[in-house]
Structure formats: structure tokens, C-alpha cells
């Protein structure tokens, strides 16, 4: 255990207050078309800076530092003091990029690593299908080879910024006579080839909160061979790669909700008197507080781990399956406290925070089913984590 | 000598299930949605005729003079079809507020409530609730003052404003300095309000009307116990019917032991509310000592059993269950309405409490 | 919905209160040798009076009233009023007893059901074995047939009162080339038949709390042909009526046990101030109690269906379930409102209740597991309750 | 730069494990059941003599000077292995006392202490929970009262008995007006006793000691959380061995959705706790204006997750779990008496709130 900050941090810490305190960010950091160029400067003053893609090989078009978690921490508590992001939350750099750099050919990487990060090509993640859900690895989507291309034919679904992204990276059947896991590829593809249909795709949430998600039908949609990642056929290993990583790393910021939370307790009144005040509700804000603290001091173990390079176990495992149900929990708790004033919503009169409570209870609901639903990943926990046996495969019927 | 439906009770259910399967599919709902109100009057006059307006209102006033638990029955079935409907202002709590109050402006309004003519909405949150310093005073034969989240008011001919625990008053929803706004909510299917008094003149002010508040509140509380049940009971039925018909890795997901249990769980928190809503409901008309008691404990379980069975019957269906076009969402969404509607469960257990002698009485 | 007590109700209830006044019963009811006269003496008088074993017809020795609710539930309150046991809580009177009454010959409820309703036969259950717990119909306790009689061997587990019964029922299997669930016979067995050895089971809960398990060991123990109840190899479908019946009346006083625990509330004091006045303990209390008046009036809602004869479908399965977790949750809140009181046991100064609350506990604990665990309930409250498909069977490897 | 044990601290758990393993088997333990006192002195020699009585005894007096992790990761050691040992009170509890108190007396105590020579029971509750109206006072230079529920004051050769949040005495428990009568609870692997003074002549009191009253409290919190959490992991550690090897309908139980999700729900909580006990036993030394409320949180959150990881672990055992012969239920006990030894949830919870202003303090 080794978190003591030496003279070497206190001058990385005010490096990085001075260049806060000098730079802004633009308005919003979003993947929209007009938000291109802000998003583009941006984050490429953060790379030169090294607060981005910062242990990204210069080659790749990163910063090159070698891993540190006190830098880490450093950036994440002064870019989160100024209320800024540190970086661009997206498909492309959380989940490509660490793919491409396990993954990817010499080439790949070249090529996209860069620009992915300066947010000058914005990704779509092609998973998941309406018949494969929980059983992801059952995907139906083919890529029929035709000369040096594949064309590809199906459905996917909760494609998140499918409308907006230029780029796709996309799971399909390659090989259809090889066993299930075992014939699918990893392809990058180019949202603008012929053949694309993206329709928008309305949840529970409605008008409020970013997440927009899309359906998209592909229709002898061609993309060259070439652009597998790693071999044909192992497209399913690659991609649970990242999935494990998404799961072990979900940054709730858990401690920060919990503030808000707390805020809202001290602001709203019930009878005039805080809610706060409320034995009840205190009693369930402290328990929600030791749970959030408990998810942010193992997302530092986790951290630790990620940047050493050593495996987390079946630690790492649980880390998505907590921090979405404590999310949940924490806007009911937000909820209750608003009382009856807790369900207003769609911008209506006295809404509290624009609906905030409200969406993000509804979108940890979905974080709780979505990239593999609450029992799913009790399941890898189970097999992967304590290395209990896996259920006995059906007799035929 | 029997606990449990009668056999009128059975046929007025499965009548109104009936009617509601095949006139307020969920389809109908969904195009209430984006009408300025969800209380389609069309439906409610279609309730009405059927007798289901006047469930309780006495017979001497033409109507059905039926007991809270056949009302609790329509209201569940009202819940398990997200049917949107003044049925919880206008079919229970007004009609008991004045029928106990009683007078002649009260029978003449009761008459009216039971054909469905007369739409009556209930501005009563501040009885257990104050929010935003709200509150509505009666100064010089006037009312001033704000009631929020009033129920059903929207699209009302008349609504009862909760003055204090012993006075309610009955105004005009078209009364000058009356302003009545509606207030968005997660729950597409309830119409709930802002209503401004600003110097309203009342048809009637009630006074000395304690027990006439408290069978209303009582009455809303069971009621809207038996809503929220009937919601559950809908979403409990989608995810038992998804279960045996969705498949992921090559099986029904209902073989699935998870899957199962989830199912299990949410069904074995249901059957046993069910019975504590009938002997709650039931007490209301054949022991009324009980019922003060029982109101705040069945609404308050259910409450806390609705929120959990609201998320895990959507987490049985998948991220289908979360999408817009299953529909799911619109029961999830009354369910999370309700629980605060007339008392959060805090609220309602410290109720009991006292009720005990359990907690110092406020 | 009829609870109304009419005036026959009124008068009922008073015969039921002259009868306890001038009564008393004795002070033990118990299983043991010594408590034998006492025993048989009170439940003849209950049944002469029609208290107990008052719908069993007379031919078999009850008192053969019609099925009625209300005078049911005047008996139990009456008799809870004054803190008498109403009848003999037992395994023969609750599970042998309904068990012939629906399966046993005539011959065997003439013999059995009368000396058992009076406490003249004590009876043990022969089900669960240390191989089978969960699946209970995997026992391999055998009954070799041998002229007119069978030779049982193996060994049973979790006998209450084996040491003192003089009979048990018993499951064993006779038909080994049969299905599993097709080959297991009803055995009807007197205790002192050689070959018989009991040996006491030690649980967590120690010396404390009335409840004595035993492992029984069968070698060569030599029982008549005739002493099976029903056909041969139909043991299992006989055992499971009762056992359904047992997860759907099991009888929790869960009212009883929440009124205790408001009483302890108001009594116990943590710094000179009761732990009614924490508003914490009071809302979990509150909480409780709802959940106590929900199973109470389900029991009623049950009771109905029971005395008409009618099924209470998935409404009955779940009662178990439901009550134990109950039971268990009242116990934990006691022992959180006696502090670090509430840890006493073994008669130790200062320990409330002789260690009632920490005993509870514990019993409530093995009552989640025992008679099929929890997990098991609830694969058959989903399968026989909701219809949900069975798992697949496992392929042979 | 690092989130985790060093080298030196998982060898130091890997050491102490095994030597625990291999001395202290749950047979060992249940033997002890029937002593008078558990904290049985061979052991605690054994465990002296590996350095782990004098583990937070400084250097100055031949301890080992090490850490709170250090600390933690024993009493968690001795917690998986439930051990019977005085290792809270006088590996802990006074030690940190002692150490912030300091003085000629406290110094030569220590040294003891250290050792193993000398064992040291400490009586705190009143400092949180006053019960029976026990308390110690303090008349001409004599203590008067009763201590509840003190800590390895049985076998102890000293007693450490808490005045007030402010001052604390120290006395031979062979004193004369000193009685301690060991009072059982469901777990046989720790001992508890009441200590009724009657005119007992202290050997010391340390006045204005409000520090170090508090951060043995911070200190002993953390420790037994640490030990809770011992408990945890030796029984999931059981349950996953024996949904491996139980066989149920033909199968595994492990491979059975049911059985995987309670381990999975276990471990799941277990881990992030885990983080959380490590996090807070450092700040005790590195960062300790974090520690009140850390301490706080730590205990209360390993209270909660135990007991529903005892309860569920014995479910995955089945019946056999609940028996006696199965030792099973060692841990079970061992976690029940954690949980109000030191403050209960509610109350750490309460002290979480008040130390950020959320609560008015007491």
C-alpha cells in the first residue's frame, strides 16, 4: 500500500491545476458532427499534455507515459474539481483502442489509435442482435466471403451513437460451420458503406438522458477481408477481451453521486425541514456512502492491478455487476427523499435537477441488464471467478 | 365464513378484465400518452356505464353502494391494465369524503359522480406532505394557497381541496382564480396537478369533516394499494409469459434456474399482499376499527414489494423489457407514481407507529 | 369475504372460554415417556369437546364436525389468548394423520389416526438421508423383500424424536429397477423392531431450543408387507401430498412472535431510552409487522381453501418460503435491538428471554433449509406454481 | 504508487495463515468450546513468539512497530481460522491506547504486552452503548461499577477500563473488589465477561487520553472488521469446496444456477469489502484524519455483508451446514458477536453522519 503523494506528485498535481486554470474545454464534449472541432482541439491539447492517452505509445499517437496510479488519481480529482471530463468518454477509446493495442496488427494500429483518440473518428459498437442477448455468442449477423471482401447480412441492436459514428466495429459470422464461439470475426466497418440502415431505438428513459441507442440492418453490406481484427474465427475471444476489461473498470464514480445525493438531502424539505434530518434517510444514505466508498477504494485495487499488468481475479469480475446496482440504488433513495415530487419528469414544473434522479434510475436498470444482464455475469463469476462447474450441457431432444 | 371473493366479486372482476383486455389495450394507452390529459373521457363515461363510477356511491344516491373491496378490486384491475381513469379521485376517494360528510350539495355531487357525469379530482397531499411551502387557506369565504400534485384534477368538473385534517372544500375547476397545471411525471397513465388558488370562491366548505378526510385517505390508501397489486400482477404475467417463449442458448430462458427464481421470488410477494388487500379492504367496511391500522401497512408493503418486483420483472424480460416499444414501462412507471402518491412507505409505517402507541404522535 | 360473527359465533366462543377456564392442561406437552398420562389425558379432552382433531370423522376417532373457518379461528385465538397449545403439535398428527386420511386403507386409519390424535403413539418421519437432502428421491434406504415382509437398510438423517417415538414413517426404496421417482414405498415402522439404532444429532443452535435431531441406522430391520401405505413404489407422490401440505399451513404465529419482539422493544433500553423510541428499529419493526399481518391473513386466505376443499395453487407453495425468512428477519432485529446483549446464550447472566431471539434464529435458519431447501421451493413454486419448463436433463457424458 | 499488500504483507498473511492452518484446525477450536475461558495461552505464546501479541507494539519497547494493515491482515487470519485469541484486546485495542497515551507505565505494559507475557483485556462498551446502567466511576482514587461485555478480560493478567470518552484506567484483574465473570454468548471463539468493581485501587489512570480512547477505538473497529471479514471468506471458501464435491440429482450442486449465484453474490460483496478494510487500516497510519469515519463505515458495511454471508453460506451447505459436526457454524457465531461488540450498524452509522455534519451530534 503505497498512496503517500512525494514532491514529484505535488508538482504534477500543480501542473495539471495550471493547465486547467489556463484551458477550457469547449462547451460540450460530445460525438454530434458540430461538436467536431472543439472535441477535436481539445483532445488533442490533453494528449500533448499527457492527461489523454496518456500510456499510449507515441507511435500510436499517445502520450507514452509509463503506468502510474497517483498520476491517475491525480488527473481524475483535479479534472473532477473543475467539474471537467478528462478525455472523451466513448466506444472508440474505451473499448477499440485497448482491443486494437492487444489485437490489432502494427497497421490497425497505425491507423486508427490516433485518430480515435483525438476524437476525429467516432465508433459504434455492432454486438448485440434482438435473438442474441444473454447468449451474445449465439449472433446471427453473417459475413459471407466474396473475393477479398466479406458481405455482411442481419441485425444489430443497442447500438449506441450508430447515427452518428463513421465507424463501426462490428461481430459477425465468418465461419458458419465452425462451433458457436468459434466463427465469428472482429471487422472494422465503415458506417458509410452502401447497405447501412440505422433507426433510432426509444427506452423506458425518453426524452431525458444522453444515451441515444439505434437499430441497424445491414443488407450485402461489403467490407474488405482486411479489416478483421486478429485472425478469422476469433473474433469472440477479442472481443470478450474488452468486455472483461469494461466489466472490471466501469467508473461509476460512485462517490460522486453520493455527494449529490447528499446535496439533495440537505436542500429538499419536507414540512420545512430537511430530509436530512430524517433518521431514515440518513441511515440509508450512510450505507449507500460505505457501499460507494467500498466501489471506489476497489476501483483503485482495480486500477492497480490494470496498470501493473497483474490479473484482478474474480475481483475484477464483480465490478460492473456493484457499481450498477448501487447506482440503482442510490437514485431510489433520491427518489424517496423527493416524495411525491420524486416522479415529476420531462421538464416539468418543480422537477429536481432537470429528471436527473429519475433517468438515472431507469439507466442503471438498464446498465443492471445491459452487455450481459445481472445473471449472466453471476454466472462468470461462478465458472471464470471461483471456478465452480459449468451447467451440464441439455441432452438432445 | 369465508376468506375470499365472492362469487359477485369474481364476476366483477373477471367482467371489468374483460372490458379493459379489449377496450384499453396497452396499445391505447400509449396513445393517451401525448393527450394534454391521460383521463380519456371516453373510457371513463364507458366505466361508467358499466356501474364502475358509482361503485361507492350510497344507493339512496343511484349508485352501486358497493364495499372498498369491490372498488379495490376495480382499481386493480384498472392497475393491471395501466388504464388511465379519475377512478382513484373520483371513483373512491371523493365519493367517500362525501358520502360521509353528507348534505344536500353532497348527495346532488354524488349522484353526478356515479353516472360518470361529474368528474371529481382530490388536491389532499398537503395532509401528509408539504412541499414548496404549499398549502390552501380560506380567508374571507375565499381560498389562497397552491395544492400540489392534486390527482385527477385535469381534466375534472369539480375537485376537493384539503384545507387541514378537519375541512375540505369543493370548488370548480373553471372557477375564477383557479388554475389548474398539469405536472409531468414518469407515469404517462395518472393525471396529477398543480392547482393556484387565488382569492376561489368554494361551492361548499366542509367543516368538523375529520372522519370524512381520514375514511377519504384510508379509502385513496387501499386503493391505491390495490393499483399498484394489479400492476404488478400485469408485469408479473409478461414475465412468466416471456419467460416460456423467449430462447437464449438454445433453451427457454424459464428452464433457467435464475430465471426461475426471480419469478418465484416476485409471485411469492404478490399472493400474500393479495390477501392482506382483501382482509384491508374488507375491514373497511366490516371493521372499521381496524382499518386505520391496515391502510398505511398494506399500502406502505405494497409500495416496497411493487418497486421490487417493478425491477426485477424487467430484468427477466431482458433489454427488451427496457425499450420503449414493449411497453413494459408503462406499469414500472405507475408502480414508482404510486409510492409516493398518498405517503411514502416512511411515512406511512411512522403513521402505524403511532397509530401503536409505538412513536411519540406528532 | 365472510368473517362476520354472527351470534352462534358468540356462543361458540364463550363455550370455548368456559372450557379453558375450568380446564388446565398439563403443565408439559411434550414427546416424553413421563409426559405421556398429562398428554393423553388433555388431548382426549380437546377431541371430547371438538377442540381438537374436530374435523377427523368419528370412526377414526375424531369429533367429526363440518370444516368451518371462523370457529378455527376462535379456537386458535381463544386458545392463544390464555397461552395453551390448542391439541398436540407433532409429525404424526400433522403429517401421518392427513397422509391416511387421503391414502392409508381403512384398516390402517382405524388403527392409527385415534392413538395418534390423542398422543397415545408418537410418531417419527423417515424422509431425508444423508446422500439425499435436496433430492429427496434419490434415497437409497432399501426394503428387500423377503416372504411378507420387507428388510429395510440404510441409514436416515434429521429424525426429530427419534428417541422417543414409537413409530415411524418411513420412505424406503422397494422397487430398485424402477424409475427413481416410481420405486419408493410408504413404510409404516414400530420403532423397537431389531436392527434399529439412534444416534443424536448435535445442530448449531446447541443446548438451547426444544428440537432434537437424530440419525437413524437400519440393518436388516424386518417390517410386514401390509405395513405399506397406499401401492407399493407410490411413496414418493403419498409423501409429497403432505409435504405440500405441510409448505402450505405451516403454521408461524408470526403475529405471536412480532407482538414478543414490540414488547421487547419497549422494555429494552440502550442508554436509559427504550429501542421503540430508535426510529430505525421502530421502522424495521413497522416493516415487519406488515409482512406478519400479510402471512397472517394469508393463512386465513389459505385455511379457506383447506377447509373447502378447495386448491390454493401457487398461493400455497409459497407460504413456507415466506414465513421462515420472516421468522429469521424477527429474530435478527431482536438481537439487534439487545446490542451486544444480544449475543448472550447458554443461560448466561443478563441473557433475555433464555436465549429465545439467538435460538430463533437459528431454528429459523434450518427451517429455510429443511424439508427442501429454499432453492427447492422455489424451482417448485415456479414449475408447479407458474408453469415454468423444467431444466433440460444433462446429456450422459 | 500502489493499491495493495506489499511483498512483506503477504508474506507476513501467508505465514500466519499456514501456522494457523496447520496449529489452530477447527478441531482445535471446537476443543476449546468447553474451557472456561477460549482465549486458551498456548496459543497466544505461539503466536507472541511469531511476533503477532507485539505486532503494534512500537519498537521502543521490542515490539514490532508495524502497521494497522499489518494488524488487520492478522486479526483477519485469525478471524478465517477463528481463532480463539485475546489478539483484539491486547494485540489491538490496548497497545494503541498505551502507545498514545505513553508514560513509564505504559512503556513497561507495552513492553509486556508485546511479548505475550502479559495479556490485557479491555472494557469499552459503555463508550458507545450503556446497558443495565453499567458505567465505572471513579471515587478517592478507587473504581465503582460495572464494565459489560469486556474483551479478553478473563484470561488477561490487566484490565483497560474506560471512565469516559476522556479517561481510562488500568487494574490487575486478580485486584482486590475486582470481579470478572465470564459471560457466554453464541460464539465459543471469543471471550466476553462482565467486570463489577467495587472499590478496586487502580494501577493507573490516564487522564485527557481522549486520543487515545479514540484511536483504539478507530483501531479495534478496523480490527474486527478485519476479523468479520476473516470469517467471510473462510466461509464462502467452504461453500464453493462444497458445491464442488456435494452431489444432488446427479449433478454437482455448483453447476446449479441457484448455487452459483450465491457464491457469485457472496464474493461479490466480499472483494469490494475487502478493498474498503484495506484502504481504512491504512489511513489508520498514513492518512488518519480519514479514519473516524472510515472506521465507521468499515465496520458497519462488514457487519451487514457477514451476516448475510453466514446465512447464506449455510443454505449452500444444506442441512449438513446447520449441524454441530460440520464447524461451519464456528464462523457463523464468530460473526453474530462482531456485530454489536463494537457498535452496531445503526449506531456506527449514526457516528458516520454526525462526523460530516449530517446528524446534529449527540
Redesign the interface.
Known sequence: MDLEFDARYDDFRSEVREFLSKHKPPKSLGVAEEEASGRITWLSLLIEHGYWARTIPEAYGGYGAPPDLLETVIMDEEFNRVGVARGFNAQGPSMLVPTLLTHGSEEQRKRWISPTMRGEIIWCQGYSEPGSGSDLASLQTSGTEDGDDFLLNGQKIWTSTADKAQMCFILVRTEPDAKKHEGISYVLLPMDTPGIEVQRLETMSGSIGENSFNQVFLTDVRVPRANVVGKRGEGWKIANTTLKHERSSLNANAEGTLLRLAKLMQKETIGGVPAMASPMYRDRLMKLQARALTMKHHGMRMLTCNLKGEPAGVAGLIVKLQNCQLSFDMAALAIDVMGELGALYDHTKYERERGYWQALSMFSLGLIIGGGTAQIQKNIIAEHGLGLPREPKPAKV | ??????EE?QLLEQTLRGFLAEHVPIERVRELRDADCPNDRSIWSALAELGFAGVLVPEAQNGSGLTL?DAALVAQALGHSATPSPFLASGIMAPMALATAGGTAADAWLEGIGSGDLVMGVAV?ELF?????AGVQQRGGQLHGRA??AVDACNANLLLVAIDSETFAVVKTDAAGLEI???????ATRC?S?AVFEGVRPEAVFDGAGDAIRRMLEAGRIALAADALGACEAMIEQS?AY??ERK??????????????M???M??EL??????L??SA?SFD??PEETPL?AC??L??VS?IA?EIA?VS??VH????????QN??FW??RI??A???LG???HL??Q??KL?G??PAA
Open positions: 365464513m369465508d376468506f375470499g371473493l365472492s366479486q373491496l397531499t406532505s408539504v412541499r414548496e411551502g400540489m400534485m397545471t398539469r405536472l409531468n411525471t414518469v407515469d396529477t398543480e412468466v419467460a416460456k437464449q442458448f438454445g433453451r427457454l430462458i424459464g428452464s433457467f434456474q435464475a430465471v426461475k427464481h419469478c418465484s421470488e409471485i411469492a399472493e400474500p399482499a393479495r390477501s392482506l382483501w382482509y374488507h366490516a371493521m391496515l401497512h398494506v406502505a408493503h416496497e418497486r425491477s424487467t430484468q431482458g433489454g427488451i423489457g427496457w425499450t420503449d416499444e413494459l414501462h414500472f412507471k414508482a407514481n409510492r409516493h402518491l411514502g412507505p416512511e409505517r411512522d402505524a407507529a401503536q409505538f412513536a
